[in-house]
């Protein structure tokens, strides 16, 4: 079993919409979850942390954390085409930072 | 932007040859993580260091090391370069020495061994 699941993808949602981003984990310890926004041929951009079950609200973006079911997810709300990237989720498990290997969102037109 | 810089932007290398890529954290952080990116992965770590000691590795061979220098600036080293170390190099700096803190990156170095 992978650390962190992610699906590849690509999630492809119409431009406006509300895009879904999910990702499971396998350290029931870790207290630390982050999303970034990676473009193409550029860095991983932070969008958020949570460390607590539950909701946590930034703009467009909401992340979810449900600690007991290992999952946490990432809602973009009005979808817009320069949303369109790759997103990773990353939590600490044994003192560093662990990546999935990214979702790749395409917002169309 | 962060705020967290890289040089160089682009290498080519030799296999066999050894490389130094260089890290300026952000104003205000003391810690600063290394991370590997091959195409269509997510980054891997490869070590941390906080107040120039190192506060953790990844699972990568002893060829790969590091620095950091009293302003928090940062060197990776990697020696007797292979083919697969060809990636993209990702410093990232964050507070307070802490796992927990927020880690924000630089622009990367795209290395290529050929």
């Known amino acids: 079993q992978k650390e962190v699941e992610q699906n590849s993808g690509p999630l492809s949602v119409p431009e406006g919409a509300i895009a879904s981003l999910n990702c499971t984990y396998s350290?029931?310890?870790?207290?630390?979850f982050f999303w970034y926004r990676q473009y193409s041929g550029k860095s991983p951009e932070l969008i958020m942390s949570i460390y607590s079950n539950g909701d946590k609200e930034d703009g467009r973006f909401t992340a979810q954390l449900n600690k007991a079911s290992q999952y946490v997810s990432l809602l973009i709300r009005d979808s817009q085409p320069s949303d369109s990237a790759t997103y990773l989720c990353a939590f600490i498990q044994w003192n560093m930072l662990t990546f999935g290997g990214g979702t790749r969102l395409m917002v169309k037109p | 932007e962060t705020g967290v810089t890289q040089s160089p932007t682009h290498l080519i290398k030799t296999r066999g040859q050894q490389v130094t890529l260089r890290c300026s954290s952000q104003?205000?952080?003391?810690?600063v993580s290394w991370y590997q990116q091959a195409l269509g992965q997510g980054p891997q770590f490869i070590f941390q260091y906080y107040r120039e000691e190192e506060n953790g590795r990844g699972n990568f061979p002893p060829r790969f090391s590091g620095l950091q220098f009293p302003n928090y600036s940062s060197e990776l080293n990697v020696n007797a370069l292979e083919l697969d170390d060809s990636a993209l190099y990702l410093c990232?700096?964050?507070?307070?020495?802490?796992?927990?803190?927020?880690?924000?990156f630089g622009p990367g170095t795209r290395l290529t061994v050929t």
């Open positions: 350290d029931r310890v870790s207290q630390s």
């Open positions: 990232a700096s964050s507070l307070g020495g802490r796992w927990s803190d927020e880690q924000y």
């Open positions: 104003s205000g952080h003391n810690t």
